[in-house]
């Protein structure tokens, strides 16, 4: 039975696959391939709203509403100086804003939601956004394919250096500008990178769904 420990480890293998494949906006192929396979692998039917997102959906047992759970794919045009075992693999483009960490989360919580469907009341719809960096671009695209169609409430999260590890920042509403009606989590792992400067230059870069 999937515990929470090996969920962790899972997350972390996840994490740096993507850290050494990274790929910047609108040419997400084999992170967007790579995804489809582990979903596949883990008996899932994964699909898409615009041709170039990936979604899959867990429902629980008993109906309820339908909630979102949205990650971004896309890396940077930045060369990755780190010198870590894991580094980019690929000339000039890194996950320099922890896109890798939010795919590893939603894998993660993809493998514990499978094992644990039990604890779902509704459904869970799972969203792999691509193209984020180029705003609005990708969200606009997943919104106008239907990607959000029956959808309840949609949650977005981003890795937030500047928090403590271990810590959560949680906000309702409004998280600068242009965004609205969400509930933005803030988390940090350790291992993050020039996020935090780039997410204050470019404050609609959380989210844009
Ligand atoms: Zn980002």
Known sequence: MLNISNLHQIMVDYRRHFHQYPEVSYDEVNTR?????????????????????????????????????????????????????FASKIDGVMHACGHDGHMAILLGLIHYFKEHSDKIVGKIRFL???????????????????G????????????????????????????????????????????MGQCQMKLWTRPLLLLSL
């Open 148 to 191: 959000l169609k029956d959808a309840d409430a949609i949650f977005g999260f981003h890795l937030w250096e500047p928090l403590e590890l271990g810590k959560i920042g949680v906000r309702s509403g409004q998280q600068w500008q242009g965004v609205i009606n969400l509930l933005s989590l803030f988390l940090v792992m350790e291992g």
């Open 33 to 85: 391939k790579y995804i489809i396979k582990e979903l596949e692998n883990l008996g899932l039917k994964p699909f898409t709203f615009s041709g170039k997102d990936v979604a899959v959906e867990i429902a629980g047992q008993q109906p309820g509403k339908t909630v979102i759970i949205r990650a971004d794919m896309d890396a940077l045009p930045v060369f990755e100086e780190t010198g870590l075992p």
């Open 128 to 146: 792999f956004q691509h193209a984020e960096e180029d705003v609005p671009a990708g969200a606009i695209e997943v919104v106008n394919s239907g």
